[in-house]
């Protein structure tokens, strides 16, 4: 029920009980419950729609119960506070210390969300998480980043510096009810999924690219998440074994060859760039492939088909129902729809496959971050009550 | 509770009560419903292993409920019929009519089933269901069978088919319960997982292949069918652009460079062998390279090292924890262990995957005969019950 409201926004008793199948009864006890819990709130309606007594408005509080999400980007770390509900309360971002090791990272990340926890608890806030979204290999039961090569983590146990470090206890409950890490890609897939242009997919395929492909499953609203422990790595499927050379190691990794490293080469420009430089030249080309310059539209239509091939594999794999495209891939399918879609007409085997939907993704930048907080809220809405309590 | 029995075998109340989690009255009340029902039975032990009053034995009654399955091989349609714990109790088979059409082929079939299910209803049999194994691509929820190219079928509605043919009534229930049509390689990874190398695994990757490569994939227990409703086809995904033409018109799918005919060229014998000739091909090149001959070695070094490319893809993209290998891949297993697990060592981006579990399937030539008669047995214990009463 809470999940219900946090997801789909203000809503009435009579909507809850037909949404859920539950008698009205169980939703009256259980909407008191949550109202009394300080996490819902009902309120009149401003504008009575209908004749007959309006039907009070129930919402979430988002200044009760939130998540500390956080986003361990290339760039900066980049943190914002979500409250129930979904809204973002406020942000903070700060650069990586260069010269700074992993350690000092960890524990400046920890301190900041110690304050921000403790600020936010004698603000009124009765649960609590933290979520981090991590670019690189993260074993998911304890946080454990294997490897994060972005910002040069090797071997990082950031679930147990968290854990440790905000495991204090304040106003009577544990300073932070959850601590989740967990890759950005499958976070995307699941704030593609809960808030953008995954919802409603049965099984969607998210596959994100700036620097590197990264990608998530998200089957009947569950992430497939590596059985294993590690996140599953679609940027490293062998796609062309007379390809070039991949940081893995191996050839021919299909992020070689759709990345945006991969658009740079192949329209000939600045390849060797990097950071903004590398960006702007990313913009500069497909601009100039919008307004149909022959390099930058040949490059374009060159990096689209291997998407598209990638794609291919990827839909005989996992049979997705849908596939969102985030990073820099949206703009190549906004430039090239048809060059994409082109192996799947060719070689998709059923009709379901040869039409599947491809939308470019909604949540934008704040993918990793929404992502991270809708896992972290998880622990809450597994059992609310209990939880607050 | 009927599951486990029909799973691991003869057991006793004890171990039910420890396995399940239930108090002792619940399973008490379960297992009488169903001795009553006439599914399980108890029996004094043989032998007395421990002190004291021996414990009865729980075990089913096969007679009591059976599937009848189905496998719609390239050869001929092999059928058997399986009762409740599994075990295989009567076979047939007969040679598809190289003449005739699919319609005639689906209208043979249901005579034997409708025979056969009379049979056994006034024989005492009260749960029945067929179940059918199909190369090829299968709509799930309806068993349409989109193209099955080892036996020439297209467009086939088998499911409605087989629904409308066995619809009769008799001994005052449907004569069968329960219809399921679906991928062999799907089938196959169930019955690995249920009653093979597969037990255990929390995702588990199946991969199988004599002409043409399938693969079926068990996450926590479940099959990962398509979304769509059709299924995947691991075989298809892309490995190698600069490789040959596939007969589903793409170059450089898996299955051109790891299957019996890419042994066969790669060996440089009988590549234009079909059937029986090109099967006997196979078997010398696998004994030459057994024996260490050298053109013979060569070769399943080389559609090892393919294989284990495109499992390291595989591994990077699902995340399994386990793999089987079934059909002439296992050989392939046994003869070259270490060039299969290369690219894993090399590629894998943790210990998980580069320490992976790679198993030979262990159900051999009945595999998706046995996944056929268990994902038909789902309707029995989804709630055996109301199916028997």
Redesign the interface.
């Known amino acids: 029920m809470l999940r219900l409201v946090h997801q789909e926004g203000p809503t009435t008793r009579a909507s809850i009980t037909e949404r859920l199948g539950l008698a009205r009864n169980t939703v009256g006890v259980l909407l008191d419950a949550l109202v009394t819990a300080g996490l819902l709130a009902e309120r009149s309606p401003a504008l009575a729609g209908t004749r007959g007594r309006p039907s009070p408005i129930i919402d979430t509080v988002p200044a009760r119960a939130g998540v500390l999400a956080v986003d361990l980007a290339v760039d900066a770390v980049r943190l914002a506070v979500v409250g129930l509900g979904g809204r973002v309360l406020s942000r903070k971002e700060w650069a990586h210390d260069p010269e700074g090791s992993a350690e000092a990272g960890v524990a400046t990340l920890v301190e900041v969300l110690r304050d921000l926890a403790r600020r936010r608890r004698r603000a009124g806030a009765a649960f609590q998480a933290v979520g981090v979204a991590c670019w690189g ?1 993260v ?1 998911g039961y304890d946080g454990f980043v ?2 994060a090569p972005n910002i040069g983590w090797r071997d990082v146990a950031l679930g147990a510096a968290l854990a440790d470090g905000l495991s204090a206890r304040a106003g009577g409950r544990p300073l932070v009810q959850a601590i989740s890490v967990a890759n950005d890609a499958d976070l995307g897939a699941i704030a593609e999924f809960r808030r953008g242009a995954g919802a409603g ?3 969607l395929l998210y596959v994100h690219s700036n620097v590197g492909v990264g990608g998530g499953i998200i ?1 009947q609203g569950h992430l ?19 390809g070039i050379r991949c940081h ?3 050839t021919g990794c299909w992020e070689t060859e759709v990345d945006e490293r991969a658009l740079l080469r192949a329209a000939g420009v600045g390849a060797e760039l990097e950071g903004k430089a590398a960006k702007d030249a990313v913009a500069r080309v497909l601009a100039d492939a919008a307004a149909r310059e022959r390099t930058a539209s040949a490059a374009v239509r060159r990096i689209a088909a291997s998407l598209g ?2 794609l ?10 849908r596939i969102v495209l985030g990073g820099y891939l949206a703009d190549l399918l906004a430039l090239a729809p048809s060059t994409i879609r082109g ?1 799947l007409r ?2 998709g ?2 009709p ?2 040869r039409d ?1 939907v491809i939308r470019p993704a909604a949540c934008g930048e704040d993918a990793a971050i929404l992502g991270a907080a809708e896992h972290a809220f998880e622990t809450l809405f597994a059992d609310p009550l209990a939880v607050v309590a």
């Open positions: 290999i074993r294997y490897n997919a049965r099984r089957d497939l998440a590596a059985a294993g422990g590690y996140v599953g790595e679609i940027g490293h499927m062998t796609v062309n074994p007379q893995c190691g191996a091939a990638g291919a594999s990827l839909v005989h794999i996992l049979g997705p129902d192996p060719e070689r085997f059923s379901e496959a599947i």
